[in-house]
C-alpha cells in the first residue's frame, strides 16, 4: 500500500521559511520521480516543483529561486524548502509520486500540509 505522508506545515510570516517533508512508503522510492504541488483558496492545484529519479529538478516560475526540492533515497524522502515566502505562497502543499521509471503522471498523492503566510 502507498502512503505519502506530508509534514511541515504552518503559519509562517511573510518573508519567512518552511521546510516541507514528505514520507514515502510502497514505492521504489529510489527510481519514482517525486512532485510537489499546491493548492490555493478557490484556485486550482498547482505544480510547483519536481525532482526526477534522473535528471535535474524543475520549478515553475513563481518559485524558482525561493524554493529547493530535494530528495534523501535512503530515507524514502522529498523535501520542499521554501524561502522568502510571499502572501500569495498560502495554500494547501501536497507530494505526488510517478510510476516508476517514469516521470509522469502522477498517480499518487499525499493529503497535503497547509502552509499559511501572513503580509
Known amino acids: 500500500q502507498v502512503q505519502l505522508v506530508e509534514s511541515g506545515g504552518g503559519l509562517v510570516q511573510a518573508g519567512g521559511s518552511l521546510r516541507l517533508s514528505c514520507a514515502a512508503s510502497?514505492?521504489?522510492?529510489?527510481?519514482?520521480?517525486m512532485g510537489w504541488y499546491r493548492q490555493g483558496p478557490g484556485e486550482q492545484r498547482e505544480s510547483v516543483a519536481d525532482?526526477?529519479?534522473?535528471?535535474?529538478?524543475n520549478y515553475a516560475d513563481s518559485v524558482k529561486g525561493r524554493f529547493t526540492v530535494s530528495r534523501d533515497n535512503a530515507n524514502n524522502t522529498v523535501y520542499l524548502q521554501m524561502n522568502s515566502l510571499k502572501p500569495e505562497d498560502t495554500a494547501v502543499y501536497y507530494c505526488a509520486a510517478a510510476r516508476p521509471l517514469s516521470k509522469g503522471p502522477y498517480i499518487y498523492w499525499g493529503q497535503g500540509t497547509q502552509v499559511t503566510v501572513s503580509s
Open positions: 510502497g514505492i521504489r522510492f529510489s527510481i519514482t520521480t
Open positions: 525532482i526526477p529519479h534522473i535528471g535535474t529538478p
